[in-house]
């Protein structure tokens, strides 16, 4: 769609333009100067091909008076609108110093910064509510940050007047919308209430929690695509350490039904409150400290600065069958003219996708589950529940990899002895047993043998998340649940005790000294055989590494006791000596030899020193001074890697549910 010519220097009304600040999809907005107050506004300008339309100003009118009358601290104010000359135009305050979209896109938002961020932006859109408007268009280019920090929530009404005061979208029933914030119901084109506003919202929360969008593909429609039907990637994956109060928060917000969803922005304010109440003080077991407890601490994260702030719309045109939904897309391109885009959507089904078939590990049902053990943890003095053992879980294994040679593979999706609910941790002993660590509440760790027979299983005594486990050369299991890293007898689940507490560890694993080696984004420690620091980097890894921040996923330790970090933002392997001095860095984002398509995950180092780091399209390998060696094509998510004693390198494959042993060839 074409936008207006305006020159600066240009009167429109009472106002003279001083420079362009943004372009979007439906609207350019100017800085301009008002003489009669002596002051300088913001100033948006409509196309003026709506001015054209008597029902379009009827419209205009309408919703702007409803708009200027919002008084709220977190809502851009209106000062004016009206029209001349053909040009139809709104007047807010002026904000020159970014938005939150610049913010989330900079750097990573800390907790304390996002709930500051949420409750301002919460608290505004509900009392519009109140006031009977919905906003239509939430985004993170729609709320503006000033220097203060302050938010200040904007564009209310836009896509109101541009879907039902234009005839050119009302004669086709086309709706408006950010397809990547867009609810279900809007991208059907149904009527619209609060709860749309909501979901709108809880992916703008999904978004500061966890980096990114829900929803990624090609094209607007694809996106479309997955908000109605694809399932929802919790948001835990994206951030391990994330509080299941949390998580759940922000589930029920972007429930595909809306009659799931918080019924309004104070329930969904509340219920984040208690989460967050929740995440800052977790409950501490009875157990004796190793070393001192330390107040939970956030980085600090400053505001990233604004060059203008733009807003690309997206206009949506579907009629909605039993069967079928046609939706016709106008894409803006610049001030180029609109692109008709058109797709065709099937039957619409209980709204889940289908996980891809792993290529290299068979993801057939598992034998038939005749008995379902539910294990409970008891006391942390006590063992846990005896389970029976069973006869080995072992299946067809994948076929050869480069020059990985399959020795066995094991599990399959269940709740019983064997098989996995959600594997996303391994770790082997000194005598080649393996150890599985399912990621969600009361953790349960399985233990099987080196061929892959069950041997045992327990729960472990917190209620939290487990984050990360690694084992040690004597079988003893060390999980990280709750910011706490505990330790437990392998073969039992007696609990041992507590090693340390941190609200910023992140990872954990072992050297081939059996010496304990703890990662947080800012440290790495290594602690000896009594629990005390032996090593802790002298500077902060961001500092280092000449980074604004990191987010470490995983760690490894080669033979001579060097460190390997995979990193989800900057998509790095970082080594560094046992000192703690940085090495070396390689990988990157991409999809060329030796880069990622995705954050790595998992990093393992073999007996040869090479590098070993997935992502959810594969494992690439490096040699030990850090070249590209080789790539696997896997079709699962293998979250995580382990080398045994005897060079066999093992996987967990989430998306499979199983876990497959691989004899590594020179």
């Known amino acids: 769609m074409p936008m207006d010519n305006i020159q600066l220097g240009q009167q429109i009304g009472p106002y003279r333009i001083v420079s362009q600040v943004g372009q979007g999809g439906m609207a350019t907005v100017y ?19 709506f001015a054209r339309s008597a029902e379009f100003m009827g419209r205009f009118q309408q919703e702007a008076r409803t708009i200027a009358n919002l008084e709220h601290a977190h809502i851009l104010p209106i000062y004016d609108y009206g029209e001349s000359d053909g040009i139809t135009y ?20 800390t907790l304390d910064d996002i709930d500051r961020i949420f409750s301002e932006v919460a608290d505004a859109l509900g009392y519009a509510h109140q006031h009977g408007v919905i906003h239509r268009d939430i985004k993170p280019s729609n709320i503006l940050i000033d220097k203060n920090g302050s938010t200040f929530l904007t564009d209310f009404g836009i896509a109101k007047i541009l879907e039902e005061g234009s005839p050119q979208y009302t004669s086709t029933g086309a709706i408006t919308g950010t397809p ?25 929360l ?12 090609e094209t607007p429609l694809a996106v479309i695509l997955k908000h109605l039907q694809a399932t929802l990637p919790p948001p835990s994956m994206l951030r391990p350490n994330l509080s299941p109060d949390i998580e759940r928060v922000l589930l029920k917000a972007l429930a595909k039904n809306r009659d799931e969803r918080y019924a309004s922005c104070k329930e969904f304010l509340d219920a ?48 909605v069958g039993l069967t079928a939904i046609c939706l016709c897309l106008f894409v803006t391109l610049g001030a180029g003219a609109s692109i008709p885009v058109i797709g065709s959507l099937g039957i619409f089904g209980s709204g889940a996708t289908t996980a891809p078939t792993p290529r290299n590990v068979e993801a057939t049902a598992p034998a038939q589950l005749t008995t379902v053990v539910e294990v409970t943890r008891p006391p942390s003095t006590e063992g846990p529940i005896v389970i029976p053992t069973l006869p080995p879980q072992a299946t067809d294994a994948p076929q050869t990899i480069g020059f990985l040679t399959p020795l066995v593979s094991f599990g399959g999706e269940g709740t019983g002895p064997g098989f996995f609910t959600d594997p996303r941790h391994v770790a082997v002993d000194g005598a080649g047993n393996i150890y599985v660590g399912d990621y969600g509440e009361n953790g349960r760790v399985q233990v099987f043998d080196p061929n892959g027979k069950f041997l045992t299983q327990w729960r472990t005594g917190s209620d939290a998340i487990l984050v990360a486990m690694a084992v040690d050369r004597d079988g003893t299991v060390y999980v990280l649940q709750g ?16 090693v340390a507490q941190n609200s910023d560890f992140e990872t954990l694993t072992f050297t081939v000294e059996n010496e304990l080696v703890v990662v947080t984004d800012e440290t790495i ?80 180092v073999d007996g040869q020193g090479r590098i070993y780091a997935s992502d959810f399209n594969g494992i690439t390998v490096f040699d030990k001074n850090g070249a590209f060696v080789t790539g696997f094509d896997v079709d699962g998510l293998v979250f995580d890697m382990a080398v045994t004693i005897e060079n066999e390198l093992v996987i967990v494959d989430r998306n499979a549910y199983k876990v497959v042993k691989y004899k590594i060839n020179p």
């Open 180 to 204: 990547a914030y867009m609810s279900p119901e809007q991208a059907q084109g149904e009527k619209l209430d609060p709860r749309s506003d909501i979901y709108a919202l809880g992916i703008v």
């Open 31 to 49: 800085k301009a100067y008002q003489a009669a107050m002596d002051r300088y506004v913001a100033v948006k300008v409509l196309p003026s091909e």
């Open 272 to 319: 984040w409150k208690v989460a967050m109440k929740s995440a800052a003080a977790p409950a501490t077991a009875q157990i004796p400290a190793v070393t001192p407890a330390k107040d939970p601490t956030y980085p600090v994260t400053p505001v990233a600065s604004q060059s203008g702030s733009s807003s690309t719309m997206w206009i949506i045109g579907g009629l």
């Open 90 to 109: 709104f007047v807010m305050r002026l904000l020159e110093t970014g938005t939150l979209k610049e913010r989330v896109t900079a750097k990573p938002l």
């Open 483 to 498: 910011w706490e890293i505990f330790r437990y007898e392998g073969a039992t689940g007696n609990l041992i005790g507590r």
């Open 525 to 604: 420690t290594r602690y000896n055989a009594s629990f005390e620091p032996e090593m802790t980097t002298s500077e902060s890894l961001p500092d280092m590494l000449d980074e604004s921040i990191l987010s470490v996923n995983n760690v490894a330790v080669d033979g001579e006791g060097n460190i390997y970090l995979t990193d989800t933002f900057l998509y790095n392997i970082f080594k560094f000596s046992p000192e703690g001095r940085l090495l070396d860095r390689f990988g990157s984002e991409g999809e060329n030899p030796g880069q990622f398509t995705t954050a790595p995950e998992a990093v393992a």
């Open 206 to 217: 999904y978004e500061m929690v966890t980096g990114r969008v829900p929803f990624e593909a």
